[in-house]
């Protein structure tokens, strides 16, 4: 069984690899333009892809799993109302940063503010990114790794402590080749051919999951088990005790999941390298509808995973690593970890790929050394990669322990999530709030929920409110304050918003239609399953 789950693992890793090489093997990896912006070439299907994969990685798979052990149908907010946010990336945010010509969010600050919102913007994401993003995704890719192919069998290592070391740093290292030698091109078609394997993979897994609930009575009747074992699992409607209230899907995690899709530098970098508008528009609603289907393969297995395992002590984020293991036959436990691995690489690198993109366009060459060129521009991005994968394959470890990995990642990416959006969407639509204001919400927003979170006795107010409630009340008084700021000191002359250029803004005809039956579809699918 072993040698069988293991061959099927490396043949689908090796097809993906194998495959990328042989279609970015002759791409320019030298010009910044090319290794940052994939030359501005990619496609919707690309770009669609690349978003999907970036997005999905084992946070998502082990981490939104495990919540929906817990919790149940509830936490599918963070798929479902993904897709408003895509849809105002795509007709508000999307036009605006292609109008811009920009490879980072960073520059579009500095384009609207100056060059010091820019460097504040810069450092905040590259701690952020090194602290928080990476070291989780590395993190929870071993955790589910470990569970799916049983490492411990595999290698003969019992102790867990050294077979999660050992996990993360080979994971880290080869997503890391991929990140820092291939550019986004080389990631962005990687992610594709690794989201297709993922999205087939998830379904099988609901099927065979769907199985075993009914001991191989058949999928319908296994969802009708569920339904009348666990119905309070099957809510849509998320209670006051449950990691996500219905009513903060109107306050903090509406704001989280619009700047992790329309202002993450992770996730909106290969929408900068549209072709054109029209391609990045098509591209980012195509993941929009793919989101839809992201409770079947995202939250429902989580559900099975709590009626098969709730008496048996399964920790919630081991969950969804046991569920594969158990229901899958050994050569599609094989071709499904390789996926995992796939999307493990597709987030770590991604993320990396940004990481890097932001150091040698906006630390490197935007301060450090302003005449470099662009193969040392280039040459200064691999170099700091790699000084950010020893990093981060060093503190992901060290997360062992948490109690709920994906709520973790949601509260500690609201640290930096908030005031980042509310510079962005206050800068785009107003013309007179100057730098300073912008300079205040940054590092004053950061300060004020990282004090929410962790110093006494503020670290009270999100328990009174609930955290998503508070986040979104800070970002609230941050609009506030820029808004007063630009009042009391506005900028002389009204900022003019140029196009550079660099990219065809003519937008796709079906946009809004597409963008409105999107929306209608979320309140079908919550209505659908309100308790």
């Not at 990896?29 to 669609?48: K, M, N």
């Not at 991929?178 to 999205?199: E, I, K």
């Not at 449950?242 to 329309?262: A, D, E, K, M, S």
Request: hydrophobic residues 55%.
């Amino acid at each position: 069984m072993h040698a069988l789950t293991l061959l099927s693992f490396l043949f689908f890793t090796g097809l993906v690899a194998f495959i990328t090489w042989r279609l970015t093997r002759r791409d320019d990896h030298e010009s910044t333009r090319g290794y940052f912006l994939a030359g501005r070439t990619l496609t919707f299907p690309l770009i669609a892809g690349s978003l999907l994969m970036t997005n999905l990685s084992t946070e998502q798979m082990v981490g939104l799993n495990g919540a929906a052990f817990s919790d149940g149908l509830s936490v599918m907010a963070w798929e479902v109302v993904a897709v408003i946010a895509l849809v105002a990336l795509a007709l508000f945010f999307l036009p605006r940063f292609l109008k811009s010509g920009i490879a980072t969010l960073p520059q579009l600050l500095a384009i609207r503010f100056d060059a010091g919102t820019q460097l504040i913007t810069n450092v905040i994401f590259l701690i952020a990114y090194a602290v928080i993003l990476l070291p989780i995704i590395l993190y929870s890719g071993a955790m589910g790794l470990q569970g799916m192919l049983d490492l411990q069998g595999l290698t003969g290592i019992q102790s867990p402590t050294v077979l999660l070391w050992l996990t993360v740093w080979i994971v880290g290292i080869i997503g890391a080749i991929y990140a820092l030698f291939g550019g986004l091109r080389t990631v962005a078609v990687s992610d594709t051919l690794n989201g297709v394997g993922l999205l087939i993979g998830g379904f099988v897994i609901v099927y065979f999951g769907l199985q075993a609930v009914s001991s191989d009575g058949g999928v319908l009747e296994g969802w009708n088990i569920l339904k009348a074992s666990d119905p309070d699992k099957l809510n849509s409607i998320g209670g006051a005790d449950q990691q996500v209230p219905f009513f903060t899907l109107f306050t903090g995690v509406f704001l989280i999941n619009l700047f992790y899709w329309t202002t993450n530098q992770q996730i909106i970098q290969r929408t900068f390298a549209a072709r054109t508008l029209a391609e990045g528009q098509k591209g980012v609603l195509l993941t929009g509808f793919f989101k839809l289907l992201g409770p079947l393969y995202l939250v429902l297995p989580g559900i099975i995973a709590y009626h098969l395992y709730a008496d048996q002590g399964v920790r919630a984020d081991e969950a969804y690593g046991h569920l594969v293991f158990d229901v899958l036959p050994p050569y599609l436990t094989g071709f499904f970890a390789a996926v995992m691995v796939g999307a493990i690489l597709s987030s770590f690198n991604s993320a990396l790929n940004s990481t890097t993109t932001i150091f040698s366009l906006g630390i490197y060459k935007g301060v450090l050394k302003k005449d470099a060129t662009d193969e040392q521009v280039v040459k200064s991005g691999k170099v700091f990669g790699w000084i950010m994968t020893v990093v981060t394959m060093t503190i992901a470890p060290l997360l062992a322990g948490q109690e709920s990995l994906f709520g973790y990642l949601q509260k500690m990416n609201a640290i930096y999530f908030i005031p980042i959006l509310a510079v962005v969407i206050v800068g785009l639509l107003t013309r007179r709030v100057p730098p300073m204001a912008a300079k205040v919400a940054l590092v004053g927003g950061c300060l004020l929920i990282a004090a929410g979170y962790f110093v006494p006795p503020f670290d009270k107010l999100p328990l009174v409110m609930h955290e998503f409630h508070f986040v979104a009340a800070v970002f609230v008084l941050l609009v506030a304050l820029m808004l007063l700021i630009g009042r009391l000191r506005p900028l002389a002359t009204p900022w003019v918003h140029e196009d550079s250029g660099e990219v065809d803004l003519a937008p796709w005809k079906g946009a809004l239609p597409a963008g409105v039956v999107l929306v209608v579809l979320v309140a079908i699918i919550y209505a659908a399953f309100a308790g």
